[in-house]
């Protein structure tokens, strides 16, 4: 009676409102784990980001395995929690600054604080993978009992949205900046909820939640405000060098990091910074102040 109960309630979404829903949360959580991956190179090894990726997302399936029934309801259930985790990683990571460890001491690393710092990188972003494993799970089998069992068009809809947000991460970054892209998962993944019908008071919820966030995706100053809340306060950071009298001329993010360029308050020098981190001093007419390998390109151009 109970698998009758969870196949009608699955029964009665149509397949188009499903399927929309599962190609917009694989391309929404896989777009909210770039920007998470962008970010965290300011701060940490990027292995340590993907290890948690792979811990986490068993670990979330596992728990729909045994915790969650396959109906719409626990489905929409997920997506909450889902928003909920990614609300609070996106907080924390306003926190990594304080957590500057392992870049301030690249080569005289103490294991202990190292571990201790880890540790508290993984409490800051383990729960988003988990639940980005649970609601993956979770719709993975709504969409295979709906579907009338057909894997191969659920596995498409998962593969090609992730797909889909790797192609557009490579534009949006530069496009729109971190913050907004940030959002974006968030409007997205309401959006999934509000395409699975859940009842009224929930979609008057999320009808708020989603003008909310279109009003902070237009302010105009809010990439500005972000990294303002984000960036470090090291004596090789922007902020520093702006307590110095540097002003900055140019921002952008770039394929890999984060480029500042920000004026010396007396004369024509200009320091260079990627990921917040001061990489290079040049002056027209004398070049760079120092020579390196990673000179060889900007030399050329």
Known sequence: MIA????????????????????????????FTIALFRLLTFFIMPSLFFDLLFIGFPLGAMLGAYLFKITKASFVKTLWGLQGTMLFSGLAMLACKN???????????????????????????????????LSEYIGYQVGRRRLQGRMPVVYALYLFGAAGAYLVAQYLFPLLGAARVLLLPFLLVGSAC????????????????QVV??????????????????????????????EMGFEPVYQHWGRYSLIDVMKAPVGETYAG?????????????????????????????
């Not at 009224?200 to 708020?208: E, G, M, Q, S, V």
């Open 194 to 209: 509000l395409t699975l019908r859940p009842h009224l008071p929930a979609r008057r919820l999320l009808l708020a939640q």
């Open 213 to 242: 966030l279109v009003i902070l995706l237009l302010l105009p100053q809010i990439e500005g405000g972000f990294l303002g809340l984000y960036k470090g306060s090291s004596l090789q950071s922007t902020h520093a060098y702006a």
């Open 4 to 31: 009758t109960e969870q196949l009608d309630s699955i029964e009665s979404l149509p397949s188009w409102r499903l399927g929309t829903a599962l190609f917009v949360l694989s391309f929404a959580t896989v777009l």
């Open 99 to 133: 957590f500057d460890y392992l870049r301030a001491h690249l080569f005289d690393v103490e294991l202990q604080r190292l571990f201790a710092q880890m540790l508290i990188f993984t409490g800051f972003f383990l729960p988003f993978f988990i639940a980005y494993g």
């Open 273 to 301: 910074f990627y990921n917040d981190i001061i990489q290079w001093w040049f002056t027209p007419g004398n070049g760079y102040f120092q020579h390196s390998l990673g000179m060889l390109p900007m030399e050329l151009v």
